[in-house]
């Protein structure tokens, strides 16, 4: 088992994933592994980035596949007997003009971006060190989002006691309600993509309490963040910041100094902590 530290990055095969696998590169003291769900993408960023100088390590993972969640997973524990930082990017968004129905974009938005990022938490965050960091990458849109709920889902999704059980049935609730067309009268937003990440800052949130009530003491800092609006395939030309820039924030929280007390159960952007 090497004793060496380990920064795992989830979807980090291009955009802002392969740009935070840049800066940890440079600025961690220990392995850092791309992970994409195609090996022979996820090898080629590898490639890239030692064209650079740096010397990232690449693994597969698809966070839709239970069972490569839990290779990396069963490797982690062996090769490193746990993990220092873990960053969960790996996303999607349909774009704007995609004419898919509105219940199918929902439903395949909050399979990966929710329900998968849980997965990986599920299996991956009990093997987080001592002093660890974790950052799930969400997205100012579910602020946005939020404010588009209902008075009474806002409510439930800004409370400090939700369970994350309670969380699950209202996402499958918003999978449902875009079903069965009442979405909107149900009170919630127009938008699968802030659902899917009301999803994850709010599990977030209730990690960081979970952590603190079972591994008080260990120094474990977990945060959602945003990183901005960045040119990617995903968001487009159009958009204000590069990737490197992206990854600013998330690359923060990711190395936040082995003595820092917080923040912890945030939702940060552009470094600072946003009010939920």
Same mark, same amino acid.
């Given at each position: 088992?090497?004793? !060496?530290?380990? #920064?795992? %990055? ?29 090996? #022979? ?53 349909? *774009? ?12 395949? +938005? ?52 939700? +369970?994350? &059980?309670?969380? %699950?049935?209202?996402? &499958?609730?918003?999978?449902?309600? #875009?079903?069965?067309?009442?979405? !909107? ?10 659902? !899917? *990440? ?5 599990? !977030? ?41 992206? #990854?600013? +924030? ?19 952007? &552009?470094?600072?902590? &946003?009010?939920?």
């Amino acid at each position: 088992m090497a004793s !060496s530290c380990v #920064a795992v %990055v989830t979807g980090a095969n291009k955009g802002i994933g392969f740009a935070i696998v840049r800066a940890l590169c440079k600025q961690f003291t220990g392995d850092v592994y791309l992970t994409a769900r195609d090996q #022979a993408r996820g090898e080629k960023a590898v490639q890239d980035l030692q064209g650079e100088g740096l010397k990232p390590l690449f693994h597969q993972l698809d966070i839709n596949d239970l069972e490569s969640i839990k290779s990396l997973r069963d490797f982690m524990q062996q090769k490193y007997g746990g993990i220092d930082v873990l960053v969960n990017n790996a996303g999607i968004a349909f *774009k704007v003009a995609d004419t898919a129905p509105f219940h199918i974009q929902a439903e395949v +938005t909050l399979k990966t971006n929710f329900f998968a990022t849980k997965d990986v938490c599920r299996e991956l965050l009990p093997l987080i060190k001592p002093k660890g960091r974790v950052v799930n990458v969400s997205s100012m849109v579910s602020l946005r989002a939020l404010s588009g709920c209902s008075k009474d889902l806002q409510q439930k999704f800004r409370s400090d006691t939700i +369970t994350e &059980e309670e969380l %699950v049935a209202l996402m &499958e609730k918003f999978i449902k309600d #875009a079903k069965d067309g009442v979405h !909107s009268k149900e009170g919630w937003p127009n938008t699968a993509y802030g659902v !899917s *990440k009301i999803g994850v800052t709010v599990l !977030s949130r209730i990690q960081a309490r979970k952590l603190n009530e079972k591994r008080k003491g260990e120094g474990i800092l977990l945060n959602a963040c945003c990183p901005g609006w960045v040119r990617t395939d995903m968001a487009g030309p159009k958009a204000t910041k590069s990737p490197d820039e992206g #990854a600013e +924030t998330p690359v923060y929280l990711a190395l936040l100094p082995p003595d820092a007390d917080g923040p912890h159960g945030q939702f940060v952007m &552009e470094k600072k902590v &946003e009010k939920w």
